[in-house]
């Protein structure tokens, strides 16, 4: 079945310590995106990738980063210097910029 | 900036009735994307259009590009229809940078 995966589903961490958020698709898309969705708002563009080797910053990317080292893998780090990391975070892919976006199932993480 | 409008922000309906959530935005888009967020929080998408009208089932979304407003409609809703509904646009132009949400409507089908 093709499809996008995040793992995991849900993600404990600490203050001040990295976490990085999988995600993976096997649909062969080009861009891949990551989203960000707090209690009460609309999602936010953290980072897009159109290309292997290639992202651009969003909405709300500081305190993130991203690689693209794959067509079919775009890791999300969320840093420490992301003052409030705590929320639902979405992967989707399209197989082109402006076409349609497929969604995986989130990672809720939490930092306490 | 583009905003996105969606009302009403939360709906509740008894099994069978018509429903309608609607969608403004403010600025030049080239689609439109409705999408259906269950309470586990994974988000499928719906429709994407940039004209017209398009129909899946009991499904069906409407754009009028001039008044920049979008309309979904459920009809026969069903409590499985109950999700949170969310209204997408993508701006042409400058690069693959994603879409801007609308917060969602809240739905709730009581059987």
């Known amino acids: 079945d093709g499809g996008i995966t995040q793992s995991p589903k849900y993600l404990f961490r600490k203050e001040g310590q990295n976490v990085t958020l999988s995600c993976e698709q096997n649909?062969?898309?080009?861009?891949m995106y990551w989203y960000r969705q707090d209690p009460g708002q609309g999602l936010r563009l953290i980072y897009y990738?159109?290309?292997?080797?290639?992202?651009q910053k969003g909405d709300i990317a500081e305190g993130y980063s991203v690689s693209r080292e794959k067509k079919e893998s775009f890791p999300l780090t969320v840093t420490s210097a992301q003052k409030n990391p705590t929320a639902f975070y979405l992967c989707?892919?399209?197989?082109?910029?402006?076409?349609?976006?497929?969604f995986g199932p989130g990672t809720r993480l939490t930092v306490t | 900036k583009n905003e996105v409008e969606q009302s009403p922000q939360n709906l509740t309906a008894q099994e069978g009735e018509f429903i309608t959530i609607n969608c403004s935005y403010s600025?030049?888009?080239?689609?439109l994307h409705w999408l259906q967020q269950h309470p586990g929080g994974g988000i499928v998408s719906l429709f994407m259009?940039?004209?017209g009208k398009k129909k899946h089932g009991r499904l069906i979304a409407t754009i009028n590009i001039q008044e920049k407003h979008s309309s979904l409609h459920i009809t026969a809703s069903h409590p499985r229809d109950s999700a949170v509904y969310i209204c997408a646009v993508s701006i042409p132009g400058g690069g693959a940078d994603g879409l801007t949400f609308g917060k969602g409507t809240h739905l709730i089908i009581q059987p």
């Open positions: 600025v030049g888009i080239s689609a």
């Open positions: 990738s159109q290309i292997v080797n290639d992202f």
């Open positions: 989707a892919s399209s197989a082109a910029a402006y076409y349609e976006q497929y």
């Open positions: 649909l062969n898309h080009d861009a």
């Open positions: 259009l940039s004209s």
